[in-house]
């Protein structure tokens, strides 16, 4: 039995509301390679380009730890592409590193959603304070909680719940940053 949030849905949501902003080089900042969560987000991302006819430059895919730090450092490398690759647009597997991201696109000067769009994941509290707000996709956290409860409530009584695998769908949050 599992209660899981659909990260592959969220990364396609993100990745086709900037298809839809207009934006064709798209990167993603990513967690490790190891990462089973990161995996399945990035399914959405990959799924969505390819459906939409659009390439992944394998530059535009940045891995690491999911801080601050690592989205400053891979929005940097993403920025300092040749001008013919560079991407106009990214999105991060989480909130944290889209910050980072964020932070070092304003340190460099470029508007941040005209001349580069960055989408989180999480819907992290501070996310709708930033500057500019973040656009971001929220996680149903309250609804997967309440569902494991009952889940193990009803496991605990020795009988078997009705639903033993629920995968609850995320939802984009559109904000300043695209």
Not at 65 to 93: C, I, N, S, W, Y
Not at 131 to 147: D, M, N, S, W
Not at 150 to 162: F, I
């Amino acid at each position: 039995p599992f209660v899981d949030v659909d990260g592959a849905s969220g990364l396609h949501q993100a990745t086709e509301h900037l298809i839809e902003r207009g934006h064709r080089r798209i990167a993603a900042i990513a967690w490790p390679d190891d990462s089973r969560v990161g995996n399945e987000r990035l399914k959405g991302y990959f799924q969505t380009m390819q459906s939409a006819a659009l390439a992944v430059n394998p530059d535009w895919i940045r891995r690491g730890e999911g801080t601050f730090e690592f989205g400053r450092l891979a929005a940097a490398a993403l920025l300092d592409l040749p001008e013919a690759q560079r991407p106009t647009a990214v999105v991060a597997l989480n909130d944290t590193m889209a910050i980072g991201a964020l932070d070092l696109v304003r340190e460099r000067g470029l508007d941040v959603r005209r001349e580069f769009a960055v989408v989180g994941f999480d819907d992290a509290p501070m996310s709708q304070y930033l500057f500019p707000p973040l656009t971001t996709v929220r996680q149903p956290i309250r609804e997967a909680g309440h569902k494991c409860v009952e889940m193990l409530v009803t496991l605990m009584a020795g009988r078997q719940p009705a639903e033993s695998q629920v995968l609850l769908s995320p939802r984009l949050i559109v904000r300043a940053s695209t």
